[in-house]
């Protein structure tokens, strides 16, 4: 079984489809803690580490093989933290192929809460130097984006995020530093290359389970 903690639970039927198309069979369980992301945003991603690290404890104890956290804003604490099972954070696979494809180019990171833009830029950059590449690194957050997302109106949280990406000139990739921005790919031409988190993230979670490689990679 396969623990995803997320902060919304809009990212619930995401990840069902992804299991659906790509692991069948694979016992999901999801864990909605919006309160999570809240206080991060007020007081730090550290400040719930612990809140975080007893969700894994229960998720190994009910019998999950691995946990996603779905979050970026506590992506890096999440998998941090000491855990019986792996913790994965989603946003790491993609991250790694958007280093691998832009090498030394330029790569903006696009987010719609500003609280998610250092980690995800941070995570960007480590697993950059780690391959051996320098890109440089621009971020941007989408003006009134998060108040779309909060407010329900998915349809048009989607399409400010596409048409902010939409006026990039001049880099190599784009990182969409929250998994629920995912769907505003569809909106977008074929380049520059736009990376979203949850397919990427999805296959490595599940791969931690399953002990068996396997798609998607982008």
């Known amino acids: 079984m396969l623990t995803l903690l ?9 990840f069902d489809a992804l299991r659906d198309r790509h692991r069948p069979g694979l016992p999901l369980r999801h864990v909605v803690e919006p309160e999570l992301l809240d206080r991060a945003r007020r007081e730090g991603p550290a400040a719930v580490a612990a809140e975080i690290a007893g969700v894994v404890r229960r998720a190994a104890a009910d019998g999950a093989g691995a946990v996603l956290c779905t ?22 696979p993609m991250a790694e192929a958007a280093a691998d494809h832009a090498g030394d180019g330029r790569i903006t990171v696009v987010a719609a809460l500003a609280a998610t833009l250092g980690p995800t830029a941070d995570l960007v950059a480590e697993v950059a130097r780690r391959a051996g590449h320098r890109p440089r690194l621009t971020t941007l957050l989408v003006p009134g984006a998060w108040d779309l997302f909060e407010a329900g109106d998915t349809a048009g949280y989607h399409r400010a995020v596409a048409g902010a990406v939409a006026g990039l000139t001049g880099t190599d990739a784009v990182v969409l530093a929250q998994a629920s921005m995912e769907p505003a790919r569809a909106l977008l ?28 990679n982008g």
Do not use: Q
């Not at 997320?6 to 039927?13: A, E, K, R």
């Open 6 to 14: 997320h902060t919304s639970p809009v990212h619930i039927p995401v």
């Open 71 to 92: 979050c970026s804003t506590l992506g890096a604490v999440a998998e941090t933290v000491a855990a019986p099972v792996p913790v994965l954070r989603v946003d790491r």
């Open 189 to 216: 031409p074929a380049a520059p290359r736009v990376f979203a988190s949850p397919g990427p993230g999805f296959a490595a979670a599940a791969s931690a389970v399953t002990g068996e490689p396997g798609p998607p």
